[in-house]
Structure formats: structure tokens, C-alpha cells
């Protein structure tokens, strides 16, 4: 069976709007390639074999696309007692004491900008390291050799 994508609505709603971006830009990609494929007397046109490419890589991304919105599970609700998928967490460095915020989300959804809350991946080794934990609890993670001790402050 499908691995299930857990989203937020935000996430699953960025997911449909990129796919729809991806579906004008193969019309506008068949269509260059039309336009080449017609007036072109020398199929090794370097041209025409670039459109074929961009024509297979769009059609590989709405697959994609496609196949991560129909194993979508849209996350309703975060857990307020643990860190969760959808959760927006404060952490503080033991260290610098420095805190700041993240959001666990899935792997597709990691790295957006959300305001100013950046998205980690629930696969990232700080997402390992935050998933499951509470308020109060003191973690260290490695990441490139380097390890940090963190703080969860708060969950929302």
C-alpha cells in the first residue's frame, strides 16, 4: 500500500496551486515543442531535443505532484502535549539560549517559508530529535558532527 502524506492545509494547498503552475507550463511546453517539431527539417536540433526534455520533466513533476496529493492525509489538528506533524515549536539553544521557532511538517512541505516560521522535515535529524517530545524536556541532535543540546519551550 501508498505511504500516506501527512499536510497541513496550507501545505496541501500550496501542493494544488504548484500543480496547477505545472499544467500551464506543459501547455506552454507542447506547444514550443509543436511549433519545433513543425518547422523543423533537422530533428538533431539541439532546440527541439532541449523542448523534448523540459516536455518529460514537467510530465515527471505532475506525476509527482499528482501522486503526493492523492496520498494526501490533511493534518486537522496538533497535539498541544507533544510535538506532532503540523506542531510549531519553540526550542532554545542551552548553549546561546537563543530560542527559536519551527514548524514539523512532512518531508514535501519542508523548507517553506511560512511568515517566519521555516518548516523541517519530520525525516530531518532535528525532526527525528523533536517528534514525540514535550514542553520542559532538554535534547541534544548531531548535525554535520556538530551536536546541540535544545529546549522545548513551547508547543502550539
Known sequence: ?????????????RLKSTL???YVRLEEATRILRELTGSSDD???SGLEDAKREKVRLELRIDNLEDQLARAVIIEGTARDHIDLGSIVTLQDTSSREGFEVQLVAPVEAGVLDGDIPRISDESPLGKAIKGRKAGE??????????NEYTV???N
Open 1 to 13: 500500500m501508498a505511504r500516506e502524506v501527512r499536510l497541513t492545509q496550507e501545505g496541501y494547498d
Open 20 to 22: 496547477a503552475q505545472e
Open 43 to 45: 530533428y538533431d536540433d
Open 138 to 147: 532538554t535534547f541534544k541532535v548531531t548535525i554535520n558532527a556538530k551536536t
Open 153 to 155: 519551550i513551547a508547543i
